[in-house]
């Protein structure tokens, strides 16, 4: 089925680790972007793409990094896990377009644990 | 302090009542959506608007747009136990769309 795959669902980290969240889409989709989700605070924009070799920061991007090489890959690092990157995070992506056309498809999620 | 307050942040009630939820902001917003996410899974949405003043109807649910494209507000009438889940709103402006914190929300049967 076509969509936003995410690998992996679940992570367990000691601090200091490193690991990259992989996030692919098979739907031709420009735009490209990580969720972090905590309790009480919602979805919090992390980084995101609007196209091939393009990223940009959002709401809470430090301690993570990006890039964006293909049109379908948009991996999510963190080079060095803290306890505060503990959350549910969410890769979406969405074809751009006229106001109201940029809807995200999600994910099913990635549960990251930092010990 | 986000960009977008929902309210309430939690709601139960018994199946049959109606019930509505809100989402403000002090920013304009070129569209306002809303989804809606179950337990393990990403949210998925429920409606899209575009137009200040605008209403969209999806079966039981109502969506409204303010006048000056800063809120939103969510009815559901007649609320079923299948409409439990949390429900988002996100803005969308310029290239990136911010979400609020969402209404969890348990209809008992």
């Known amino acids: 089925n076509a969509g936003v795959t995410q690998t992996p669902k679940f992570q367990v980290l000691k601090t200091g680790q490193s690991m990259t969240l992989q996030c692919a889409q098979d739907?031709?989709?420009?735009?490209m972007s990580w969720y972090r989700q905590d309790p009480g605070m919602g979805l919090r924009l992390i980084h995101y793409?609007?196209?091939?070799?393009?990223?940009d920061q959002g709401e809470v991007p430090n301690g993570y990094n990006v890039s964006r090489s293909t049109t379908e890959d948009f991996p999510l690092r963190l080079l060095s896990a803290a306890p505060s990157q503990t959350s549910v995070y969410f890769c979406?992506?969405?074809?751009?377009?006229?106001?109201?056309?940029?809807?995200?498809?999600f994910g099913a999620g990635s549960r990251l644990t930092v010990l | 302090t986000q960009l977008l307050e929902q309210s309430p942040q939690f709601l139960s009630i018994q199946e049959g009542e109606n019930l509505t939820v809100y989402c403000n902001s002090s920013?304009?917003?070129?569209?306002l959506q809303w989804y809606r996410q179950e337990p393990g899974e990403g949210p998925v949405l429920l409606v899209t608007?575009?137009?200040?003043?605008e209403v969209k109807k999806l079966k039981r649910l109502t969506f409204q747009f303010g006048d000056a494209r800063k809120d939103s507000s969510l009815h559901i009438t007649a609320a079923q136990p299948g409409d439990t889940g949390l429900y988002l709103c996100?803005?969308?402006?310029?290239?990136?769309?911010?979400f609020g914190a969402g209404t969890r929300l348990t209809v008992k049967p």
């Open positions: 996100a803005g969308e402006s310029r290239d990136d769309m911010r």
């Open positions: 979406a992506s969405s074809q751009q377009g006229r106001a109201g056309a940029n809807v995200l498809t």
């Open positions: 608007v575009v137009t200040g003043g």
């Open positions: 793409s609007v196209g091939a070799g393009i990223t």
């Open positions: 739907m031709n989709h420009e735009y």
């Open positions: 920013s304009v917003f070129s569209s």
